[in-house]
């Protein structure tokens, strides 16, 4: 049981250690001696725990990314149901709601939201926010090419004018994660700018 105790409290001073040199350096930038120096163990015990650096990265940040993707997924999911039932009105709410809500849960989990954003370059996960938008970009494809087989498409959007205004809203939504000081300014901000989008799609697409 002891060693069980001191295995999972190295453990988890690398992973402290590498938060820290990683949000500090960047991932390429960061030493695996320092992150190894600061953590108060010896290389040979990092490698007991994990393969390299990169895998000492995609600890930290794993979790989050999948929990995103699991929330985007639902959004997907949601979105498609409620415009194949003709609640075009559930798109909109969830829109102004759901970018609120994962404003929130991304503030609530800042530091390894910024290390995905900021610091991942050399990582699987360095164009992070353009696997999003891609994500988001063909959700919204799909909800269009099928409100256009019922003859219910506003205005046309091309595959890049997606591509265009999903990126510029998950820009928007991560200045208001990382320069949010606390979240009765993260809820302002959020609600700021999932209102200023939403006026955006009306205007485009009528919802």
Known sequence: MSDLRGYELTH???LDSGKLNFLSYGFERANL????KDAGVTTGAFYRHFED???????????????????FQNYETFSIQSIETNQKENVAKVHVDG?????????????????????SYGTK???????????ESNTRIRIQKFSSEKGEVFNE???????????AHFLALTEV?????????????????????????KSIRGY
Not at 53 to 71: R, T
């Open 157 to 167: 959007i091309s595959d890049k004018g997606f591509h265009i205004i999903n990126h």
């Open 33 to 36: 001696r320092k992150i190894c």
């Open 125 to 135: 996960y360095a164009d992070f926010l353009e696997q999003l938008t891609n994500m």
């Open 177 to 201: 994660v990382l320069h949010s000081d606390n979240e009765q300014e993260l809820i302002e901000n959020a609600r700021l700018v999932s209102g200023f989008f939403l006026a955006g799609w």
């Open 99 to 119: 970018t609120i809500e994962t404003a929130l849960f991304l503030f609530r989990n800042k530091e390894i939201y910024n290390l995905l954003i900021n610091c």
């Open 53 to 71: 650096k990169n895998e000492l990265f995609n600890a930290l940040v794993d979790p989050l990314v999948s929990m995103i993707v699991s929330n």
């Open 12 to 14: 988890k001073k690398i």
